[in-house]
């Protein structure tokens, strides 16, 4: 088996990160107490332009967290892309509230507003935005559907940290938003999320639910049901530290896809791209093959002619048997779009030289056929 060279991703850690986390060991303060935590929602808050930021353990739980504190829950209806992580859909599931799968768009790959418009029903409460790969929704679009039909809107943003609409930060569109920062993503804490928002209710609901239901002012009182959601000291250190790169790190992934788009260009292949009025942060580097049959042989000599990971693009939701109904359900351009899609290495450390090799490994590819 062919060793992997250029993985497809490798977080960053050339900042304060192992100080941080150092003075944390230091302190004793290492669990879901000390002064990184507050720092770290606070620094966070401020960055990506929202009034209200509270750390938890992953973006799994921030959108539970998240769908809780607005109150969905059984006999309401969230409507979410099917082209998304499953993390997106299983919270929905966790509520008891049932998700509605909708198709995304071919241009930008995000949710489709009109799709959304037409699966709304008197049952159905928010509508969640995931921001995918990196690339920002129409949140215009998103708004107006949402404003029609009396949605709250639930922004996913475990992909896209630093993306905008419009020149805002994602995230402070809706009535409450998540991000991720698993190790893959591009702020990392090894393992954590952040439910951010504008409504300090809101905020105020998601810190009692994440530890434990506690009441606020009296020890040990619990009047609600809540979860042991928190972000531990140690993660939040090296958020913080990750923070302080933000911008460097964003940079280095943007020059990444410009290569990948220079070096790409002018075969049967669109490589993604960032659309009028938004900044895309390219979590991933990905493109569509023309021919669907091709994506797997194309991932399959990356890995044998260069040690160059690869991954496809997520399967829709609305296929996988959990969530497959009785009846069938057609989202051609999600179905589309995932049967065609390959995730190329984008970590911030990537070089040119790499990036090069790779697309001339691509370039092989096709000329042979």
């Known amino acids: 088996m062919t060793s992997i060279r250029i993985p497809v991703y490798r977080p960053s850690l050339a900042g304060r990160e192992k100080e941080y986390v150092a003075d944390c060991l230091d302190s004793t303060w290492i669990s879901s107490k000390g002064k ?100 920002p929704c129409d949140m215009d679009a998103l708004g107006a559907v949402a404003r029609e039909r009396g949605l709250l809107v639930v922004e996913d943003c475990a992909e896209a940290f630093g993306s905008r609409w419009r020149g805002a930060h994602v995230g402070g569109f809706g009535a409450i938003a998540t991000y991720s920062f698993f190790g893959n993503k591009t702020i990392t804490t090894g393992e954590g999320g952040m439910v951010v928002t504008n409504d300090r209710a809101l905020h105020e609901k ?77 979590w991933m580097c990905s493109a569509l093959l023309d021919d669907p049959a091709l994506r797997d042989p194309l991932r399959a000599r990356l890995m044998e002619e260069g040690g160059v990971e690869t991954r496809p693009f997520f399967y829709p939701v609305h296929t996988m048997p959990m969530y497959a109904g009785a009846a069938p359900l057609r989202l051609p351009v999600a179905e589309s779009l995932a049967a065609r899609g390959i995730n190329l290495p984008s970590w911030p450390g990537l070089e040119r030289e790499q990036v090069d090799g790779t697309c001339a490994i691509v370039r092989r590819f096709f000329g042979g056929r």
């Open 36 to 135: 990184y935590i507050a720092l770290f929602e606070e620094r966070f808050a401020a960055a990506t332009g929202v009034r209200h930021a509270a750390t938890v353990a992953n973006g799994t739980v921030a959108l539970h967290s998240a769908l809780a504190a607005i109150g969905v829950g059984p006999g309401d209806e969230v409507i979410v892309p099917s082209l998304t992580y499953i993390a997106s859909v299983n919270a929905v599931a966790y509520t008891g509230a049932t998700p509605v799968f909708a198709d995304s768009l071919e241009g930008t790959w995000q949710l489709d507003p009109e799709d959304v418009r037409s699966r709304a029903t008197p049952r159905t409460k928010a509508v969640m935005a995931v921001h995918l790969y990196g690339h």
């Open 206 to 282: 998601v810190i009692r639910l994440k530890g434990q239901g506690l009441a606020e002012g009296r020890e040990y009182w619990h009047d609600i049901v809540g979860y042991n959601y928190r972000m531990t000291n140690v993660c939040a250190a090296i958020g913080c530290a990750q923070l302080e790169r933000a911008g460097e790190l964003i940079a280095k992934k943007r020059r990444i896809a410009a290569w990948y788009a220079e070096g790409l260009a002018g075969l049967p292949l669109d490589v993604h791209r960032e659309s009028e009025g938004t900044f895309h942060s390219w």
